[in-house]
């Protein structure tokens, strides 16, 4: 197991770093009063990077192949921690969730119509995405529960349910998601959902109401609660068949979940900075507050704990290209649940330095804070891994003696 970075990821890290430090975060300021200004417009200044990071070549990194860059999983989790950073900058490359997760469907997934109806602009960067699998009347976590009904009738399929925290519905650009539903309800269990492609703009789509994180509208992008209501959309548009909606869906969890977890890594890098620069620039009783033993604590548990996080996502990401992703669940189980955690105590002390600037906006912290909170539920709350993980260690038992 060798984390050593190869010479093609090495450059492809020193490439992408130095666009950050040269064009993205000096922007910063920029793109936020836009979207301040209009939150229902794209910023130009996200149209500008985007068009930058494209003539750059710093494009679609994520996806294997011909569709993208060809980089490993571990070989692109270092990219993925650098964008992580700033929470908006990952779709100046075109890699950021649930687009991400979309176009790695259409590619493993998707019909030649398919990719070229919506691959194609979703790679160009010309449209946005949403994937719609939470329900608010039942325990998502359990995706079972899943209550939308996908049925078809003759040359469509209609479709007709409630989701909720789709990611991207208040994006001016957005126009496809991905929806999960049930096509046969009497199926062995995990055989009734399927996956099918619904334009936002099909009669009988609408947004319920937009929702908010901590209070964040998280505009451009937004979350919604969506109502499907008599959605007819041609048979073409389910994806790989009936029946194959979590077959689908765990195939898009293993890298986005990876991809999660080196942007959370990079989230507690950046808060741990601004923690530090903070504790050697203000004094309190006489000394600077970095000189009181508690934050000697802080600081060296904060950096202990980023560094465990990081070698555990990147043998996760080794696993995966090895052995795949049923091989590593275990290991996209744990990140899952230690990278926000870990992210979350360094986020949270880093507020606490800052005082009352930490809990305002004059700091990048308390939206971090908000972003990486919504994680320990998103893609499956602790609990669900947690359960996972378990159940390995229990099969890995002998059986005792009676």
């Excluded at 070229?116 to 010309?126: H, T």
């Excluded at 009669?203 to 919604?224: C, K, N, Q, T, W």
């Excluded at 996080?309 to 290209?321: E, G, N």
Aim: glycine share 6%; aromatic share 6%; with cysteine.
């Amino acid at each position: 197991m060798n984390f050593q970075p190869s010479d093609r990821a090495e450059q492809w890290r020193s490439r992408l770093l130095d666009f950050l430090q040269t064009r993205v975060w000096p922007a910063e300021a920029d793109y936020r009063a836009e979207v301040h200004a209009d939150p229902r417009r794209q910023p130009p200044t996200m149209e500008r990077l985007k068009a930058e990071a494209r003539e750059a070549g710093l494009w679609n990194m994520f996806l294997p192949g011909d569709h993208g860059a060809g980089l490993t999983n571990l070989e692109y989790a270092p990219l993925a921690e650098l964008m992580g950073r700033h929470l908006w900058s990952a779709e100046v490359f075109n890699c950021a969730a649930p687009d991400t997760g979309n176009m790695e469907v259409l590619h493993m997934y998707g019909d030649a119509a398919q990719q070229d109806r919506w691959l194609k602009p979703l790679m160009a960067g010309e449209i946005r995405s949403a994937f719609l699998m939470t329900e608010p009347e039942v325990a998502s976590s359990d995706a079972t529960n899943i209550q939308t009904r996908i049925e078809r009738d003759g040359d469509h399929y209609v479709i007709n349910g409630r989701k909720w925290w789709s990611t991207n519905m208040a994006h001016p650009n957005v126009a496809m998601t991905i929806v999960m539903g049930k096509t046969d309800p009497d199926a062995a269990t995990h055989q009734q959902q399927s996956q099918i492609i619904v334009p936002v703009d099909a009669p009988g789509f609408r947004i319920e109401r937009m929702l908010s994180v901590f209070g964040y509208d998280e505009a451009p992008i937004g979350h919604a609660e969506v109502v499907l209501d008599n959605v007819r959309v041609p048979a073409a548009n389910l994806i790989a068949g009936e029946g194959r909606g979590f077959e689908i869906a765990q195939g898009r969890l293993g890298p986005g979940r990876i991809h999660h977890c080196m942007r959370t890594i990079g989230a507690a890098e950046r808060a741990l900075e601004l923690m530090v620069d903070r504790l050697l620039s203000r004094t309190a009783f006489r000394k600077t507050i970095a000189e009181h033993s508690v934050w000697e604590q802080r600081v060296a548990e904060a950096r202990t704990n980023i560094e465990m996080c990081r070698l555990l996502t990147l043998k996760a990401a080794w696993m995966m290209d090895e052995v795949g992703a049923k091989g590593a669940k275990s290991e996209i189980a744990q990140i899952k649940v230690a990278a926000p955690k870990m992210a979350l105590k360094v986020i949270d002390d880093a507020i606490q330095a800052f005082g009352g600037a930490g809990v305002s906006a004059d700091t990048p912290l308390a939206e971090l804070y908000a972003g990486i909170r919504t994680l320990r539920i998103a893609d499956g709350p602790d609990e669900v891994h947690n359960r996972t993980i378990a159940r390995l260690e229990y099969a890995k038992a002998r059986p005792r003696d009676s």
